[in-house]
């Protein structure tokens, strides 16, 4: 987990890194670019500032508290280790990061129950819908994380009540799950790259809600 990459800041989009000639987003971007990916163009492009929404403050609020929680009792370990000890045993660890060189994502993982059959990847969210922006955000992490380990014991996707134990939505990542998301994520460096342009999303019910809706000029009339 402290592999050393040559790394920079991309000159004009923020967010985005420059890790060994590549640009590299951040893995959340597959949740946002579900939603709307013109709001990242926004956010990250034009570099617009708005304040994050309640659900946002409060979503951090959790995290942090579970983060907290969480290593009151956790044992300080590495990578290497947690892989190991999950060939006889199991074990959890929260807030893995995680980096695909190759794909040029990275992210934090919430949780990671190591297993001997099987890793499960556990995204935490609210509610109990598992929309495909979701869903596509943890086969994002799945992907990162396949990358990392060197061997191939079955990887689990997982979305999870925030703030519960309630699983509520889990999936093998299969050759499937993992080539659309590649698939996905390609479309995302061609926007970056500029080889096609940011489309904005036609449903007037995620204009209502975006942060971006009082300054956005492709919203949808609502």
């Avoid at 660890?93 to 890793?119: A, C, N, Y």
Wanted: proline share 5%; hydrophobic share 35%.
């Amino acid at each position: 987990m402290k592999k050393k990459f040559n790394t920079a800041p991309h000159p004009t989009i923020s967010q985005v890194k420059i890790i060994e000639e590549r640009n590299n987003f951040p893995i959340s971007w597959l949740n946002k670019q579900g939603f709307c990916e013109y709001g990242i163009y926004l956010e990250n492009v034009k570099g617009i500032e708005i304040k994050p929404t309640k659900s946002m403050v409060e979503g951090t609020k959790v995290h942090a508290t579970l983060e907290a929680n969480f290593r009151e009792d956790a044992e300080p370990t590495t990578f290497d280790e947690m892989l190991e000890t999950s060939k006889t045993g199991e074990i959890l660890s929260r807030e893995l990061p995680v980096m695909s060189k190759q794909h040029g994502i990275r992210g934090f993982i919430d949780e990671v129950w190591m297993t001997p059959d099987e890793f499960v990847i556990i995204d935490d969210k609210p509610g109990t819908r598992a929309y495909s922006s979701s869903i596509n955000q943890v086969f994002g992490y799945c992907l990162a994380f396949k990358e990392m380990i060197p061997e191939k014991r079955r990887i689990v996707a997982s979305l999870k009540q925030r703030g519960t134990e309630n699983i509520y939505w889990a999936s093998y990542f299969d050759e499937k799950a993992e080539k659309d998301i590649i698939n996905l994520i390609n479309r995302m460096h061609r926007l970056l790259e500029g080889e096609i342009e940011f489309k904005a999303t036609d449903n007037p019910n995620k204009c209502r809600s975006c942060r971006f809706n009082t300054i956005c000029e492709r919203k949808m009339d609502f």
